[in-house]
């Protein structure tokens, strides 16, 4: 039973700190005393009833001289918690305290009529008892502002409900006019109600089983701290309104709202339905104290009434208030997790792209550096003749050794810090270097190299090493296609400026073309041309377009193939150095 009863409460507790609940909520209560043991509830129900029983005489105190009814009844508070709590399998004993409570009561007379209101006010006992039940979460952990309002829309007409059963047996069991009807079903509703919100609150807290863990705690550590101060803060009170009175008694009892105003900002609904029992209390003890009339002593119930609803809004929002900021910090610390997690994500991902990098661009000079070595060890056979070309080749394996230690530092570099260094790159000089990088592939694929640079070419901003590595990148594929291809092979680059009005900035740019006549790009590639893996060559990667494409972004240019054309054109964009 233990273990279900505290599944029950953090599955409330959990809705409730994660998602907002639907508007229609199920049998939360039920959930949580349904299983409970029949002797608990038994026990349980007999207590109520005989609280119910036994309760005029612990309230009267200021009896209407013409009606004989109190300002303040506990009895709708305990027959509705009793059904709440409960359900319908007590409703009997709830008809049997009825009965009983009519009986003792000075000048009552038991009949027919009364018998019969009795069975009416029974059923809308019922009728509130399971509303509460089934509506709200009063008696859980978690007590938000729509469960006040189910508590007072639900509870507050039955009550308008049972105090005209109760007033109608009155007037037909004495000599009572029926003129008189609506005043002492007023003062019946007045008295339920106040009972109702003053003590329904804290039964339900105190006797559920989730709800009687928070308001213990909540219980435990205002004793530790603040509980004297609030009893020491409320006596004042009351002796300055009805032992000193400065000014009018009434006008200064709304000083009593400061004190509930403290508490249930601090201490949420569980402080909230723990103080208004004390506040009331004190309040009808000042009265008796000082002698107040009965008419007086109503009029302050309607006060109190007004302080009750109050202060148990005040101590719902007040928990919706801390379960709202619950929930944002939970968030929050679940954002930065996935922050986190997204940075460790991009890390790996940045590593992985810097290896796909490196071993495809990588792959050129190394390939290169071994074909001069084996070169070199060639002419170093020949003998001294070929010293000449010797000294150049061993040049040509400096020139590409370097040229890969410095890619591999600028990659390593951007990868690690996202850093890029923007450099004033003159097109002409680009082209020359990427024309020495493929001279001799040119040469022995007899493949035709046409530069076309306009005149007055402005210098472009861009990492030389990286924007180097993509033109590379373009022509290392083009002179592949051509290398499949019938003569005459072409290769032509050409360079020239471009106004883009469809520019957020509306700058110029230089637009370098790499054109070839080749085989062309499959149709069916082309659409994934720049995804990574997307190759046509047996031994390729397809990681070179891709990893073009993203270094020419992150360096704020375009990277793109012109479909449209004849012969198979990669278009390259760079911004122009200011």
Same mark, same amino acid.
């Given at each position: ?11 409330? &507790? *959990? ?52 009606? *004989? ?9 305990? &027959? ?5 709590? /409960? ?139 603040? &509980? ?7 006596? &004042?009170? !009351? ?18 709202? !400061? ?32 002698? /107040? ?8 119930? !309607? ?113 690690? /810090? ?137 360096? *704020? ?22």
């Amino acid at each position: 039973m233990d273990n279900e009863l505290l599944l029950s409460e953090r599955s409330l &507790a *959990g809705n409730d700190a994660g998602h907002r609940p639907l508007p229609v909520r199920g049998p939360s209560m039920t959930a949580m005393t349904a299983n409970a043991a029949p002797g608990a509830s038994l026990r349980l129900a007999l207590l109520l009833a005989l609280l119910y029983v036994l309760a005029d005489g612990a309230t009267d105190l200021f009896p209407h001289p013409r009606f *004989g009814v109190q300002p303040w009844s506990a009895h709708a508070a305990l &027959a509705v918690t009793l059904i709440a709590l /409960t359900g319908g399998r007590f409703v009997p004993l709830v008809f049997a305290a009825v009965l009983l409570a009519w009986w003792i009561a000075p000048g009552s007379a038991l009949g027919a009529p009364a018998f019969l209101c009795a069975l009416a006010l029974t059923a809308v006992y019922w009728i509130a008892g399971l509303g509460v039940r089934r509506w709200s979460r009063w008696g859980a952990a978690a007590i938000a502002p729509r469960d006040v309002n189910v508590l007072l829309a639900v509870a507050l007409p039955a009550v308008g409900v049972g105090a005209c059963i109760d007033a109608l047996r009155q007037i037909a069991g004495s000599e009572l006019a029926a003129a008189a009807f609506p005043l002492l079903w007023f003062r019946i509703f007045i008295a339920d109600s106040l009972g109702l919100i003053v003590l329904a609150p804290v039964l339900l807290q105190a006797l559920g089983a989730g709800g009687w863990r928070q308001l213990r705690g909540a219980i435990a550590g205002a004793i530790v701290r603040d &509980a004297l101060f609030f009893l020491l803060v409320l006596c &004042a009170l !009351l002796e300055l309104v009805f032992g000193l009175k400065p000014l009018d008694e009434f006008r200064m009892s709304y000083l009593l709202f !400061l004190p509930m105003i403290v508490v249930a900002m601090r201490y949420g609904i569980a402080g909230t339905v723990s103080a208004t029992p004390v506040v009331q209390f004190g309040l009808l003890a000042a009265l008796a104290t000082v002698g /107040t009339r009965p008419g007086i002593a109503f009029e302050f119930q !309607l006060l109190m009434l007004t302080l009750a609803i109050a202060a148990l809004y005040l101590g719902a929002l007040s928990d919706e208030r801390k379960r709202s900021v619950a929930r944002i910090a939970a968030n929050e610390r679940a954002l930065r997790e996935r922050g986190q997690a997204l940075a460790e994500a991009q890390r790996v991902a940045s590593t992985a792209e810097l290896a796909a990098a490196l071993a495809h661009d990588l792959s050129q000079p190394l390939s290169a550096i071994g074909s001069y070595a084996c070169a070199s060890q060639i002419l170093a056979e020949r003998g001294p003749e070929e010293r000449a070309r010797l000294v150049e080749t061993l040049a040509q394996i400096s020139q590409e050794s370097n040229r890969a230690g410095q890619y591999l530092r600028r990659m390593r570099e951007f990868f690690r /810090t996202g850093a890029m260094r923007e450099e004033r790159v003159e097109i002409a000089a680009l082209f020359h270097a990427t024309y020495a990088q493929f001279h001799d592939r040119l040469t022995q694929a007899s493949i035709e190299w046409k530069t076309d640079l306009e005149a007055g070419l402005p210098a472009v901003c861009a990492d030389s090493v990286q924007i180097g590595a993509v033109l590379g990148n373009l022509v290392a594929n083009a002179l592949d296609s051509l290398a499949a291809s019938a003569p005459p092979r072409r290769l032509e680059i050409k360079a020239y400026r471009v106004a883009r009005e469809d520019a957020p900035d509306k700058l110029p740019i230089v637009r370098i073309e790499v054109v070839d006549n080749g085989a062309g790009v499959p149709q069916a590639l082309r659409e994934r041309l720049f995804t990574p893996l997307a190759t046509t060559k047996p031994g390729g990667m397809g990681l070179g377009l891709a990893l073009s494409r993203s270094i020419t972004q992150r360096q *704020g240019g375009h990277l793109w193939f012109d479909a449209g054309r004849e012969r198979t054109t990669f278009c390259l964009d760079l911004r122009i150095h200011e």
